[in-house]
Nanobody, 120 residues
Framework: QLQLVESGGGLVQPGGSLRLSCAAS????????IGWFRQAPGKEREGVSC????????WYADSVKGRFTISRDYAKNTVYLQMNSLKFEDTGVYYC?????????????WGKGTLVTVSS
């Protein structure tokens, strides 16, 4: 079974940057759509960004457009989420998911998450 591991979370001040990584062992991520989701305290999980498996098409939530960038490193079998100009409301646990279909079809596998805290 595909296992995903997120890393790169931490404490950052407003306006700062972080890069999250989503890595997998034993299975290549090339054949999966990879999505980033987040869950803030007391709120439901929401989609943040997604990259398709075939053409690398990307999608972003309106709240992160222009600030976050999703990308794949095929050699490292890793998907990144570069987060710039972070805001208090970006705080939450960030999860990556892997889907066998398109981004809109949902995810089939999940990582355990990495915590991002934006605080002064």
């Amino acid at each position: 079974q595909l296992q995903l591991v997120e890393s790169g979370g931490g404490l950052v001040q407003p306006g700062g940057s972080l890069r999250l990584s989503c890595a997998a062992s034993k299975f290549t991520l090339d054949y999966y759509a990879i999505g980033w989701f987040r869950q803030a305290p007391g709120k439901e999980r929401e989609g943040v960004s997604c990259i398709s498996k075939r053409y690398g098409s990307t999608w972003y939530a309106d709240s992160v457009k222009g600030r976050f960038t999703i990308s794949r490193d095929y050699a490292k079998n890793t998907v990144y989420l570069q987060m710039n100009s972070l805001k208090f409301e970006d705080t939450g646990v960030y999860y990556c998911g892997a889907g066998l279909g398109r981004c809109r079809d949902g995810m089939n596998y999940w990582g355990k998450g990495t915590l991002v805290t934006v605080s002064s």
